[in-house]
């Protein structure tokens, strides 16, 4: 479970991202966080896994308080919280299996890392993460090769390789088409119901969102204006997520044609 407990976050810069969060989280939930441009979302999703810091308040996950751990407990809690990001972070001019065996690097030794030597249970366990995702036939290819929504889906293999117990992704269909966008979210929603991986989800595509999600978690500066099951977002509450800005329509249209 991920609790946020009074939660505030002001960057050095004096900006308040986030303001009075409190959320909970129970282990295979599928989370969607919205709301416009600067609301507070990626903050809000980097706080978990201590890419940020909070300022005030605490933040546990599975009971611990994230917020004092140090060096290699903050790398095993990384270990636990797979990140996906809109532009993939992956090493495009080598192999697909060689970006999902780079989850292993943490747990090898140091001479291993160097001449790039994997035991035979971290390779299986890699095309196993491969095949989840639909495309184990394309791990000795180079991910230069392969489509915007592929290499998203190498990026998954990746995190799933590490075995996590949660997913945070950061607009993971931001670059991606239409039909893609559902490939890859189709991938998300079969992991987290078949894995229980719980998936918290960073997106702009508000009906994207809707169709998948589980829950919706509204920020508006800084502040959760609404949380609760994917069936009661009405449209007033997309207005009021939205602060009836014309962002709302923009998204609300680019995802009309999203769905067509
Ligand atoms: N590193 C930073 N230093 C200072 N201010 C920041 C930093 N990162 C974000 N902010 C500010 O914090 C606020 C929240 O930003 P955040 O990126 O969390 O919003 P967001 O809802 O994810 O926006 P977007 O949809 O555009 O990615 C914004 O006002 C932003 O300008």
């Given at each position: 479970?991920?609790?946020?407990?009074?939660v505030?976050?002001?960057?050095?810069?004096?900006?308040?991202?986030?303001?009075?969060?409190?959320?909970?989280?129970?282990?295979?939930?599928?989370?969607?966080?919205?709301?416009?441009?600067?609301?507070?979302?990626?903050?809000?999703?980097?706080c978990?896994?201590?890419?940020?810091?909070?300022?005030?308040?605490?933040?546990?996950?599975?009971?611990?308080?994230?917020?004092?751990?140090?060096?290699?407990?903050v790398?095993?809690?990384?270990?636990?919280?797979?990140?996906?990001?809109?532009?993939?972070?992956?090493?495009?001019?080598?192999?697909?299996?060689?970006?999902?065996?780079?989850?292993?690097?943490?747990?090898?030794?140091?001479?291993?890392?160097?001449?790039?030597?994997?035991?035979?249970?971290?390779?299986?366990?890699?095309?196993?993460?491969?095949?989840?995702?639909?495309?184990?036939?394309?791990?000795?290819?180079?991910?230069?090769?392969?489509?915007?929504g592929?290499?998203?889906?190498?990026?998954?293999?990746?995190?799933?390789?590490?075995?996590?117990?949660?997913?945070?992704?950061?607009?993971?269909?931001?670059?991606?088409?239409?039909?893609?966008?559902?490939?890859?979210?189709?991938?998300?929603?079969?992991?987290?119901?078949?894995?229980?991986?719980?998936?918290?989800?960073?997106?702009?595509?508000?009906?994207?969102?809707?169709?998948?999600a589980?829950?919706?978690?509204?920020?508006?500066?800084?502040?959760?204006?609404?949380?609760?099951?994917?069936?009661?977002?009405?449209?007033?509450?997309l207005?009021?997520?939205?602060?009836?800005?014309?962002?709302?329509?923009?998204?609300?249209?680019?995802?009309?044609?999203?769905?067509?």
């Amino acid at each position: 479970m991920i609790e946020f407990m009074n939660v505030d976050k002001i960057y050095p810069n004096g900006t308040q991202a986030l303001q009075n969060l409190n959320l909970k989280i129970e282990q295979g939930e599928f989370v969607a966080v919205i709301g416009l441009s600067g609301a507070g979302k990626s903050t809000l999703i980097r706080c978990i896994n201590r890419m940020h810091d909070i300022t005030e308040g605490q933040l546990l996950v599975d009971g611990t308080d994230i917020t004092n751990l140090r060096g290699k407990q903050v790398r095993d809690l990384r270990r636990r919280i797979g990140m996906i990001f809109q532009s993939f972070n992956l090493v495009t001019r080598i192999s697909v299996i060689k970006n999902v065996l780079v989850s292993f690097v943490p747990d090898n030794a140091l001479w291993r890392n160097i001449i790039g030597l994997y035991t035979k249970q971290q390779k299986v366990k890699a095309l196993e993460a491969l095949d989840k995702v639909g495309i184990l036939e394309k791990a000795y290819i180079r991910v230069d090769q392969l489509s915007g929504g592929q290499q998203q889906r190498v990026a998954l293999a990746r995190t799933l390789a590490q075995n996590p117990a949660i997913i945070l992704a950061d607009e993971p269909i931001a670059s991606l088409d239409p039909v893609t966008s559902k490939l890859v979210m189709d991938d998300f929603k079969r992991i987290n119901k078949e894995m229980n991986i719980s998936v918290i989800m960073n997106i702009h595509h508000v009906e994207v969102a809707l169709e998948y999600a589980d829950r919706i978690i509204g920020v508006r500066a800084g502040e959760v204006v609404f949380d609760g099951p994917t069936s009661k977002v009405t449209d007033d509450i997309l207005h009021d997520i939205y602060g009836g800005n014309k962002e709302y329509k923009t998204a609300f249209e680019e995802n009309h044609a999203h769905v067509q």
